[in-house]
């Protein structure tokens, strides 16, 4: 650890700076498997070793107090400056390409953009995206939006980078100022900022009322999961206008953005006719329950990004928590005497077409020739067959 302490300690080292960053990584990425290979041989030894990355890590990180007042702990004045993130996939080349600061109205977080969109990795779940907001504080929210969008621990590996490159701009993680969402139970989505850059960060919190279009108060069940999610896909609809929809009942040609204001009055809408049939049916025949809330789980997981969310992103958990909902109305219809089948559909699109119907073939995202999103899971209930539907990727051969 000498050499590594020693160039630590060189001020205004680019190559310092490229060590901190990956130090930074590594000991994230430790932290993160540490947590499952509870019973890994070399469990002891990588505590070890996580120690000592924070003490080599300890000497550069500054007080929120220091960052307030523009001076290190030694009183020399900070001079914030734009370096590019490296990520794995970077060239030595790409590292070291000169660091230019920011001119004048040009946005702070632009470099810390520009180096995501050269993650390889992440590149395959959100595809050739392009940045679009003005300011940052909106840059913040659409970066950390995107970020809800692919794997959970890939997501937290750049929400650590991400934080650590920001405080190089006089900017420090705000854990309280956050936007609420409606939902049943409160929940950190992401972080805001403050100092150089303020920036409001999102949480999901049970203190404010569902939606009032949903026109449902609380009620301790089931209900209000459903509630909250669809309270959210209805604030996510305002908010990123990078969404999309594939509800067979408003158009079953195609995926559809969602960027105009009149095809999201006509999924909105169908979303919570839906959603309202499911409070109607709440006490009817249990197949009549059960068909309703078939159909309000495909009009959440119509809801989609292109390319589609990996399953295991916060957006994909999300609707997940929806269709896991399904599972007691099944045994209610099923303890009414009903043979029910339900089938969610994944895998390769040739294993299970025949199972649904009037499915949309993608040409972006996904695993060439399997299906993508499951949009509505395979029923059947006593001899009434309701086909799923899928979106799937085109074969290598399409």
Same mark, same amino acid.
């Given at each position: ?29 430790? =932290?993160?498997?540490? #947590? ?12 070890? !070793? ?6 080599? /890590?300890?000497?550069?990180? %500054?007080?929120? #107090? ?35 600061? &920011? ?15 050269? +993650? $390889? ?16 504080? +909106?840059?913040?929210?659409? %970066?950390?939006? !995107? ?11 750049? =929400? ?33 900022? $403050? ?17 009032? =279009? ?36 408003? @158009? ?6 969602? @960027? ?22 709440? +006490? ?14 495909? &009009? ?18 999300? =609707? ?5 909902? /399904? ?32 499915? /949309?073939? /993608? ?9 993508? &999103? ?25």
């Amino acid at each position: 650890m000498q050499h590594l302490s020693k160039l630590l300690e060189i001020e205004d080292s680019k190559l310092a700076w490229v060590l901190r960053l990956g130090l930074y990584g590594l000991r994230t990425q430790l =932290q993160e498997a540490l #947590k499952e290979a509870t019973k890994d041989p070399g469990n002891s030894i990588c505590q070890e !070793l996580l120690q000592e990355l924070n003490e080599l /890590l300890q000497a550069k990180i %500054l007080t929120e #107090k220091d960052w307030e007042v523009g001076r290190t702990g030694d009183g020399e004045k900070i001079t914030p400056h734009h370096p590019i993130t490296p990520s794995p996939h970077l060239s030595w080349e790409d590292v070291f390409e000169p660091i230019q600061p &920011a001119t004048t109205g040009e946005l702070k977080l632009k470099y810390i953009c520009e180096a995501l969109l050269t +993650d $390889k990795e992440l590149l395959q779940y959100v595809g050739e995206y392009e940045f679009h907001s003005s300011n940052d504080t +909106d840059l913040w929210n659409e %970066l950390q939006r !995107l970020l809800l969008r692919v794997p959970e621990k890939l997501a937290h590996v750049w =929400q650590e980078r991400i934080l650590a490159e920001v405080s190089q701009l006089g900017a420090l993680e705000d854990k309280f100022s956050l936007q609420q969402m409606s939902f049943c139970r409160n929940e950190h989505v992401y972080s805001g900022l $403050k100092g150089n850059i303020e920036a409001k960060g999102l949480c999901l919190s049970n203190n404010i009322g569902f939606d009032p =279009q949903l026109r449902m108060e609380t009620r301790d069940g089931e209900f209000d999961v459903l509630a909250g999610i669809v309270s959210t896909c209805v604030k996510f609809i305002e908010i990123d206008k990078c969404l999309h929809h594939a509800l067979k009942s408003v @158009d079953r040609f195609g995926v559809r953005s969602l @960027d105009s204001e009149s095809e999201q009055a006509k999924y909105v809408t169908a979303l919570l006719d839906r959603f309202h049939r499911v409070l109607a049916t709440a +006490d009817a025949d249990p197949a009549i329950a059960l068909r309703a809330r078939l159909d309000l789980d495909e &009009a959440i997981h119509s809801l989609v990004y292109l390319p589609i969310c990996d399953r295991f992103s916060w957006w994909g958990k999300l =609707q997940q928590e929806a269709r896991r909902t /399904l599972n007691g109305v099944v045994e209610k219809a099923r303890d009414a005497g009903y043979q029910v089948q339900i089938r969610p559909l994944w895998g390769t699109y040739a294993d299970v077409y025949t199972w649904s119907k009037d499915d /949309l073939q /993608l040409d972006i995202g996904g695993i060439p020739g399997e299906v993508s &999103a499951c949009l509505r899971v395979y029923a059947k209930i006593n001899d009434e067959v309701l086909p799923g539907r899928v979106l799937f990727r085109s074969s290598l051969e399409a």
